[in-house]
């Protein structure tokens, strides 16, 4: 079969190579493999791992059962999470990290949810209901402010999306953001929860705006740069607090779960799956270089076609 390889020692960082068929243990399914998603966390292991085959986030249709006996059936359409290597004709997917695609669900949308929207879902539950709430989401134009900005407003918030570049906010407005600010406007009022995947300075501010009893969840490091926070930045909120946030340490056993959650969302028409551009695998050099330079307002999606 063909898989996508990293090459990082040649002028494209991958190429679709042939090799072995995977051979999936009792709990997992083989799936043939329509359609896949980037991570930004992919790229750096790609630039990195000579040989390895990336992938974590597909969508397709199962080929084979898990031999034993449980989850999806032969031809019935899915979403899942692997652990790599998903970025290929055929892929061994874990029973529990996969989910049954909905109806009118596409594998495109259903190879969207797995590392972008179970971090979006799993961190803004951190901050329990939200309805009412006012939540600020930062780094809003990517995958997973995208899709946190539509579950927090599903969820009954007001959200405000912070972004870095004023022309990456496109369709923020439409996806439920009562307002969209720049990384350095002055932010208005106090938040219930804070989002970010920024650190750096945009945590800093963040921080400082939290209401009493609110929680700033940090998910990520875009910027690059740490945040410098010290006791009295939680001044004008009492009792507020910092949460770091990291998908895998969270219970992967309900990866599956949480994704057919996500899906029937989508649905249901109460989440969009945020594609920024829809490629063949042939073209898969090109759209990550574009994910990498911050060309993309958010995800990158593929389709594997011959």
């Not at 946190?148 to 969820?155: C, I, N």
Request: hydrophobic content about 45%.
């Amino acid at each position: 079969m063909r898989s996508i390889v990293a090459t990082p020692e040649e002028p494209a960082p991958v190429a679709i190579l042939e090799v072995a068929e995977p051979v999936p243990g009792d709990d997992e399914l083989l799936v043939e493999v329509r359609a896949g998603s980037l991570n930004r966390g992919e790229l750096r292991l790609v630039a990195s791992r000579a040989g390895w085959r990336p992938g974590q986030d597909i969508a397709g249709v199962v080929v084979r059962a898990a031999a034993n006996g449980l989850g999806p059936s032969v031809g019935e359409r899915i979403a899942a999470v692997v652990e790599q290597g998903g970025w290929a004709e055929l892929a061994a997917a874990p029973v529990d990290r996969s989910c049954v695609l909905p109806d009118g669900v596409s594998f495109a949308d259903g190879a969207c949810l797995g590392i972008a929207g179970l971090t979006a879902f799993r961190a803004l539950r951190i901050g329990g209901s939200v309805t009412g709430a006012r939540v600020l989401v930062t780094g809003a134009s990517g995958g997973v402010g995208r899709f946190a900005v539509q579950l927090a407003r599903d969820g009954g918030a007001e959200v405000t999306a912070v972004v870095g570049d004023p022309s990456r906010a496109g369709g923020l407005a439409e996806l439920g953001a009562t307002a969209v600010v720049r990384y350095q406007d002055e932010l208005d009022g106090l938040y219930d929860v804070v989002l970010d995947g920024v650190c750096g300075q945009v945590l800093e501010r963040g921080i400082r705006a939290l209401a009493p009893g609110g929680v700033a969840v940090l998910y990520g490091m875009a910027s690059g740069e740490p945040a410098k926070v010290g006791l009295f930045d939680f001044d004008r909120g009492p009792g507020s607090r910092l949460q770091p946030f990291r998908l895998y340490q969270t219970d992967t056993s309900t990866f599956g779960r949480d994704l057919g959650h996500l899906a029937h969302l989508l649905a249901e028409g109460r989440l969009v799956a945020p594609i920024g551009l829809h490629v063949p695998w042939t073209e898969l050099p090109d759209a990550m270089a574009a994910l990498r330079d911050r060309q993309v307002q958010g995800k990158v999606v593929f389709d594997v076609v011959g």
